[in-house]
């Protein structure tokens, strides 16, 4: 059971990282729904880099690895963000449509270098790249081994914390600092914010182009870290892309309900492993029969269903976010739609 | 005078075009995909170091080549136009519905399990195709009218309800897979019916994939005229500009938000009906394949044109394919036909800048007169 928990953190963490990086642009008012093509973007340039170091180098150090991965991932969906903000923001396109344009172009991008990796090394699931993989998994010693709590919460790679350090810091930035206050302020009325004096146009990019950056870190982490440095190229980023931008509705765009909220669907999506052991803890419980609660021996099929509970759990909260019509539960006023100083 | 703080012009100023030439849009949007196709060349030539031009006979070749690929990529037109004009209508209405993918796949999921279940003969294969096809419309209109009535009653953003209901209809999909794999242990459903084909669509002049151009070439027309002429097409259009106006004229925004989005998501079920009985008779969780994103910048992109989007969609189909042949030809991998579509849809949406927009030089004379 413990390990449940586990592999729900690190999951939630991928998610996380795509999940902030997407709230520092939606609060400026830009809907980014390229968030799965930047993660892709994240994930394939922090793989391709780490490959090139480790195949260049005869002894490959880890500090260097994580500071080439980092800048490189950060960068690549940062450009990504950029894209994105040249196209909704200076040409003022439709911000859905190409948020998935990146999305589709990210990801082709992402998976043809990553099928050009995996030839490079010789064939799928080859690519080696030990090093970097260890430094992103060292974890304080003997935590894996400790007690359940130090299981739990110890036993991670730097980038668990990382997120965590982040999403507050978002939370800081973002609720007490002017610079914040302005961002917000874009993103609800950036015709009030523009006679303000505040520059509408350098606030969303810096935003858009920052959160990007963010986001692809999710991508970077689920590489390195939660697979451990290979590429398959399954659509498996695009999922979480996906689920990364209904946790920030999830969260109602506060990054520290982002972090349970992650948590909770890395939860929701590993349960499905589990459930067998809970049927037998539950009989032994109560005192049933061996026979009893068969709903809970999951076959192959029915697993499928039990998949399905992130995203039922994500439907749930619009419908009850939808329903409480709290003032601060709601998305920045402005969202999803374009400022032209001339058109008011 | 150095003291005095003067505002400086912008060196280039954007202003509104009040209208554009059609003959001029369709010449930029032509210089778009053209420079498109010189970044995609670009991008080919600095990753793999191959002749661009030579790359691009091969996907002519992959595309147009042969009169059976030729109808390959007709068959995946018509199923990107198919999706494209079920979403048509809801995206006039300006409702986000992202959930095409998961519309199509139940529509899929239906079809295939009457093709299973009703498989072995005891219908007739044509009134096994007008029941599958009533079955998808109706699972995709449910799947399409769940989260339009949540928007209607209570307004829930249905950007993500219906993105959410994607992944549903995917773990659903997976969940029959699982139980209609054949042979056991594949998890895959493989052909269904392979030996009898029933309830495969029967050869139309000769061809394969003839009925599935008829029923489309149908609903194009049908959803342009429905859209242009029809009364509930104008209440979607009132609707999308603005609710208020749709409410004072007497509309009710929420009848029309689940009836519009019924017809939506019907189509899309249609979709994999088409998919399953008239293309693949399989069904997998890559039936729908990210055309249900697709079609949303299709159906974009032709400001809901139907024709336009027949277009549009051709020339999607058409990179695909062509892409899937450089890939086999120059061992590339498929993946570069989504890099190459990336390109060239950035292209097409920074081009609607230019028509809506003109850009005016400040004139420096009157510059320094101020």
Request: glycine share 10%; hydrophobic share 50%; proline share 2%.
């Amino acid at each position: 059971m413990i390990n449940l928990f586990v592999s729900a953190i690190v999951f939630g963490t991928v998610i996380l990282y795509g999940a902030l990086g997407e709230i520092l642009t939606e609060k400026a008012g830009n809907l980014n729904l390229g968030v799965p093509g930047i993660m892709y973007l994240g994930g394939i340039a922090g793989l391709a880099s780490a490959f090139a170091y480790e195949s260049a180098v005869a002894e490959p150090v880890g500090v260097v690895c994580l500071i080439i991965t980092f800048v490189a991932a950060f960068l690549a969906s940062a450009l990504g963000g950029l894209i994105y903000s040249f196209l909704t923001i200076t040409l003022r396109a439709n911000q859905n449509v190409t948020g998935l344009t990146l999305t589709i172009f990210g990801g082709g991008v992402a998976n043809f270098f990553g099928g050009a990796l995996n030839t490079l090394a010789g064939g799928v699931g080859q690519i080696s790249i030990a090093a970097t993989s260890a430094a992103y998994r060292t974890s304080i010693p003997g935590m894996g081994t400790g007690n359940w709590f130090c299981q739990i919460f110890l036993s991670h790679g730097f980038m668990v914390y990382l997120a965590l350090v982040l999403a507050i810091a978002l939370h800081v930035f973002l609720n007490k600092t002017r610079t914040g206050l302005n961002l917000r302020a874009v993103g609800e009325n950036p015709a009030t914010a523009d006679a303000a004096g505040i520059n509408v146009t350098k606030y969303k990019y810096f935003a858009t182009c920052i959160g990007a950056g963010i986001s692809g870190m999710g991508g970077l982490f689920y590489t390195v870290d939660y697979i451990k440095g290979t590429w398959a190229s399954e659509g498996t980023i695009e999922a979480l892309g996906w689920l990364a931008v209904a946790l920030v509705i999830f969260a109602s765009w506060k990054s520290l309900n982002a972090i349970w909220g992650a948590y909770l669907f890395g939860f929701l999506t590993w349960l499905y492993l589990y459930v067998p052991q809970l049927r037998t803890m539950l009989i032994g419980a109560l005192n049933l029969d061996q026979d009893a609660l068969q709903i809970l021996n999951l076959t192959r099929s029915s697993q499928e269903l039990f998949k399905m509970l992130p995203y039922l759990a994500t439907i749930l909260v619009l419908v009850v976010v939808s329903l409480r019509k709290k003032r601060e539960n709601q998305p920045p006023a402005h969202l999803g739609l374009h400022y032209f100083r001339e058109e008011r | 005078m150095s003291s005095v703080h003067t505002v400086r012009e912008p060196l280039i100023r954007i202003s509104k075009r009040s209208g554009m030439p059609v003959w001029k849009s369709w010449l930029i949007r032509l210089a778009a995909v053209l420079v498109a196709l010189l970044l995609s060349g670009l991008f080919i030539l600095s990753v793999t170091g191959l002749n661009p031009i030579k790359v691009y006979v091969a996907m002519f070749e992959g595309a147009l080549g042969t009169t059976r690929k030729t109808w390959f990529t007709i068959r995946d037109t018509m199923m990107l136009l198919c999706i494209s004009i079920g979403l048509a209508p809801a995206f006039k209405m300006k409702f986000w519905n992202i959930g095409a993918e998961g519309q199509v796949l139940v529509g899929g999921i239906a079809t295939a399990g009457l093709m299973i279940y009703l498989g072995d003969g005891s219908i007739s294969t044509p009134a096994l195709l007008v029941l599958m096809a009533v079955v998808s419309l109706l699972a995709g209109a449910l799947w399409g009218i769940i989260p339009a009535v949540f928007k209607a009653r209570w307004g829930t953003n249905e950007t993500l309800f219906t993105l959410m209901m994607n992944y549903v209809a995917i773990q659903l999909t997976s969940y029959c897979v699982a139980l209609w794999e054949n042979p056991f242990g594949s998890n895959t459903v493989g052909v269904i019916n392979r030996q009898t084909k029933v309830g495969w669509f029967p050869e139309v002049f000769g061809q394969n994939f003839g009925l599935n151009v008829i029923i489309v070439l149908v609903l194009t027309v049908g959803m342009y005229v429905y859209l242009k002429y029809s009364k509930q097409g104008y209440e979607i259009t009132v609707l999308g500009e603005s609710e208020n106006t749709a409410r004072y004229a007497g509309m009710k925004p929420g009848g029309v938000i689940i009836r519009t989005m019924a017809i939506s998501g019907a189509i899309c079920g249609l979709a994999g009906f088409i998919a399953v009985a008239g293309a693949s008779h399989t069904i997998s969780t890559s039936t729908a394949g990210g055309q249900g994103f697709t079609a949303i910048i299709v159906a974009w992109l032709a400001k809901f044109n139907t024709f336009v989007m027949l277009l549009i969609s051709f020339i999607l189909a058409f990179l695909q394919k062509g892409a899937m042949e450089i890939a086999s030809q120059f061992k590339l991998n498929d993946f570069a036909s989504n890099v190459i579509t990336g390109i060239i849809l950035f292209c097409i949406i920074a081009s609607e800048f230019f028509i809506n927009y003109r850009m005016v030089l400040r004139k420096r004379k009157e510059a320094e007169h101020k």
